[in-house]
């Protein structure tokens, strides 16, 4: 039973809000139960199942398969934390803005703890409504334009992987538990179906344009709610759904995918080299980063053990954590100077020293440094690329895809130190001479974000034991 | 606990401790718990090399089924000697810089790097495995980063702090590789496991993978073509440029090669001869440049890229014991002339060009004469620590004649532009009112330059505290061919050095056109500049217009205008705001998944 509190804290809190409750503190509250309900439903391993129909059996069960949901429940309800007391929310805009964010909270945990097919899609979707929202009437910029592309692409996305779950459910039941591999002759189309359908969901090349301009355009809490958590059930789903139910299929495109998620890694770390806003730069950066949880996924799928798919899910965890940390600051960076333009800015680390040092340290993560969550993530990953090489073969498209991969490490170098170098270093600009530094609130989500990814960089097996 | 494990946890400790708790309000005490944490750590490490410890139990950082990746120590004695070199020379820089940074407004973060940095480097030195020593590789990385960066409002500090940064993650993408190369020929990351026969492959396979984990070394101990960095180093506080950019960190390339040749225990590797010329080439190249720098750091920077073109060179003849020798005595020597040039620069109002110094042999004494004994030691003066050294890398390339007259041309080379230097700035007249006004350092400064100067003439006696394995220095006076060679070049040196610059106000080759190629370093930087400015301007924007007009002009594009199509009828009929408009798709997406599941 108490599994099902996890979702039912944020719609009711939704509700209260709704009726009054005051909306920040309400939020936060929320926030911080759903951590302890969290830790509680984790240690006593809680289930819950409802029989909403039988013909074709479709129930409401919620549980955790493994240990990647568990993991990915831990991430979307760190971020939750972080993500209501990020941002500044524009006046009488309060409900709107925290109810959002607990709903995007309740449908990716929904997703991610859900053990039937039908709800792990149907949580998604209802998630992604209230973002679209956000982007729609709060967001900055092109607001509209952009909350309609992105609609369109991911409702694009969401029916192609539709029509694959719906293949999946018909031939053998929508039971996440009881997933098997389909007739060989339907893995094929299965497969591409749920490489596009995911894909697109995770921004996989060339399905890829809109997640940048919706970040950068969204409020900070949806941005890091989204690109942090949400966009993860795409990953998940490939994960947990495609590689069981086709995994001759999925060897079948595993060349195309391989091509993809280098275009994923190169193509678009270099469109975000050339980006000239912060909140682009991230944003294109985030897209980025989604390649090398494709290769650990295709280095799984070429011949890789399990050590790829941990490598995968340790990844997932790593960027959630960082680029909802990014966003964060960066909205941060936004009050502070009024600008996110890269050559407007420039030393604000002499009035700013701490905004610097946690900007400095989610960046360094972001790049890959050893002692933050996501160098134990990509080292994996690499070495899960070369798991499956046989040094009298030459090398494989598993290993030279990865190779190629590894060169966007020197790309994310070139963006982010760029940038870390425009905005705080230097002497100081028109823009930065009156900011002032984080405030106590203002600190906290980096506090918490920034002890995860240390935690998670030194200790990765705190994250890994859940996999094993 | 192990008390091994203090030589990470102390300047670990030391450093999140300076950076959070002490901060810039405490910063003396901060600068004094540095220097103590590192004394400590010179302490443990005298201690192990006297045989005290046994090696602790490795952490296993991360372990999935079979796999595991662990920090764990290494204990030979190329890992005990260097760390008494990397201790040795923190403890004595971290004194200097009490005297050197004593007013600096970062002090306290000044410190908290260098201890960081001291964290860093222990990891490389004792790694026992590769993905160890690569996490500490980049850690390194950081900590150069941050002190080349210490004074980031500096317009020249925060690009070469970026520059350093950028060069090495270059190096670092081919050394990755090759790290998953060997783990995929041997079948594993440790050292331990890599001999015996276990690297063994086809030789294209064996070449690729030596040459990728080569490439880590070219960044780190910034070998052509990826030197770039190291001049630019120097913006960072003086003592910085003697222990990262001069005795340690840049060697780390040295050592790591070192370390890798040792543990294949192959005669002849694959690919070996390129890194020798690389080497050599980089010795030959670093050596003319610095025949025509005017600032007094920059000579010492291109000196050290020389040198380390030395040992790799070394490295490549398949003698990295002769490497790692001439890198134990030049740690010492380098340290002294950097460290030198720091008191020199401190004495003259932080003036660093030498036409603007002269006649500080008078003025700071003690400085000058330990700055000359460590000259001597660097142009391989007889019974100085660098003739021992040289030595052993001229016996090694003896069997490849082009490198071995390359190498007696570098010998010859130093030699010149030492001495350059030590006529322009310490002999002869003042050139300027601050080098007229030049006092002594106070003794917090001069003290590590006399325990230095002893160095250069010690180091090569000190038997175990050497890091190599396997191995006893040559010390020794034989006259052969080899010793004849390494005078001669010495006294063609000096005395073209003498004929030009004895005595001289201003550089009579500054207008020779040769000469110019020289001081602009061969113009490679701007090279570089421009082919990164066309990769990352000119492709960047290339791929990001393909990007915007294709990808997403017409792609997307065309799928949005459609499905606007259809929610413009859609709203026309039911006239709704804006929820509807957003939720349209989505709430499609669930209906049809109602759709399917129950009618299908």
Known sequence: MLILALILIPVLATVGIYFGAPAKLTALIAAVANIAASIGAIVTESTFNLNVLSTPNINLSLGFIDGMSIVMLLLAVIVTLAAVISGKCPEGREKLWYSSSLLISAGAIGAFISKDLFFFFAFHELALIPTFLMIGILGRGDRKEVAWKTTVYLAFGSIILLAGLVMVGNEIGYNMENLRALAAENQNTAALLLIIGFGTLVSLFPFHSWAAPAYASAPAPVSMLHAGVLKKFGLYGLIRVGLEVAPEGMKHWLTLLLVLLVCNIIWVGLVTINQKRLDLMLGNSSVMHMGYIFLAIAAYIGGGTTFALQAAVLLMFAHGISIAMSFSLAASIEQKTGSLELNQLGGLAKNAPRLAFYFGLVGMASIGLPGLANFAGEIMVFISGFEGWNKADGLGPVQIATIIAIWGVVISAVYMLRAFRNIFHGETASRTENATDLTLEEKFPAILLGIALLWVGIYPQSILQFLN | ?600
């Open chain 2, 1 to 600: 606990m192990n008390p091994l494990w203090l030589l990470f946890l102390l300047p670990l400790i030391t450093s999140v401790v300076i950076h959070f708790v002490l901060k810039q309000k405490y910063a003396s005490i901060a600068a004094l718990v540095g220097t103590i944490s590192t004394g400590v750590t010179l302490l443990i490490a005298i201690m192990w090399v006297s045989g005290s410890f046994s090696l602790p139990t490795p952490y296993e950082w991360i372990k999935v089924g079979g796999n595991s990746l662990e920090v764990g120590l290494i204990g030979d004695q190329l890992a005990k000697g260097m760390m008494i070199v990397v201790c040795g020379i923190g403890f004595l820089v971290h004194v200097f810089s009490l005297g050197y940074m004593k007013t600096d407004e970062a002090k306290a973060r000044y410190f908290g790097n260098l201890s960081l940095f001291m964290f860093s480097m222990t990891g490389i030195v004792l790694a026992s495995n590769f993905i160890m020593m690569f996490i500490f590789w980049e850690l390194v990385g950081l900590s150069s980063y941050l002190l080349i960066g210490h004074w980031y409002r500096k317009a020249t500090a925060a690009e070469a702090a970026k520059k350093a940064f950028l060069s090495n993650r270059i190096g670092d993408f081919g050394f990755l590789i090759g790290i998953l190369m060997v783990a995929g020929i041997t079948g594993t990351f440790m050292f331990s496991g890599m001999g015996n026969g276990a690297f063994s492959a086809s030789d294209g396979v064996l070449m690729a993978a030596v040459l990728l984990v080569f490439c880590g070394a070219v960044g780190k101990s910034a070998q052509l073509p990826l030197h770039i960095w190291l001049p630019d180093a120097m913006e960072g506080p003086t003592p910085v440029s003697a222990l990262i950019h001069a005795a340690t960190m840049v060697a780390a390339g040295v050592y790591m090669m070192a370390r890798f040749f040792f543990s294949i225990e192959l005669d002849t590797v694959p690919g070996a001869q390129v890194i020798a010329w690389i080497g050599g080439i980089t010795s030959l190249v670093a050596a003319l440049m610095a025949t025509q720098q005017n600032d007094i750091k920059k000579i010492l920077a291109y000196s050290t890229l020389s040198q380390l073109g030395y040992m790799v060179m070394a490295v490549g003849l398949m003698a990295p014991e002769a490497g790692m020798f001439h890198l134990f005595t030049h740690a010492w020597f380098k340290a002294l002339l950097f460290l030198g040039s720091g008191a020199v620069i401190y004495a003259c109002h932080h003036e660093q060009n030498i036409w603007k110094m002269g006649g500080l042999l008078k003025k700071m004494p003690i400085t000058a004469w330990s700055f000359i004994i460590g000259t001597a030691a660097l142009t391989a003066v007889p019974f100085t620590s660098g003739f021992y050294s040289k030595e052993g890398i001229l016996h090694a390339a003896e069997g490849n004649p082009p490198l071995f007259w390359l190498a007696v041309t570098v010998a010859a080379l130093t030699t010149f532009y030492m001495f350059r230097l030590i006529f322009v700035a310490f002999l002869g007249d003042s050139k300027h009112e601050y080098a007229e006004d030049a006092k002594e350092v106070s003794p917090i400064m001069w003290a590590p330059l006399a325990i230095l100067a002893v160095m250069a003439f010690a180091s090569p006696f000190l038997g175990q505290l050497i890091p190599a394995n396997d191995f006893t220095p040559d010390t020794g006076f034989h006259m052969n061919f080899i010793t004849v060679c390494s005078i001669g070049a010495f006294v063609v040196g000096f005395i073209l050095a003498f004929l030009l610059y004895k005595g001289k106000e201003s550089d009579p080759l500054a207008n020779n056109k040769i000469m110019k190629v020289f001081a602009n370093k061969f113009y490679i930087d701007e090279f570089y500049a421009g082919i990164v400015k066309w990769l990352q301007d000119i492709v960047a924007a290339i791929v990001h217009f393909l990007d915007e007009f294709i990808i997403n002009g017409m792609i997307v594009g065309g799928l949005t205008r459609t499905a606007q199509g259809f929610g413009n009828l859609f709203r026309k009929h039911i006239q709704s705001g804006n929820l509807q408009h957003y939720a349209f798709l989505s709430g499609v997406g669930i209906v049809l998944v109602i759709y399917f599941t129950v009618f299908h």
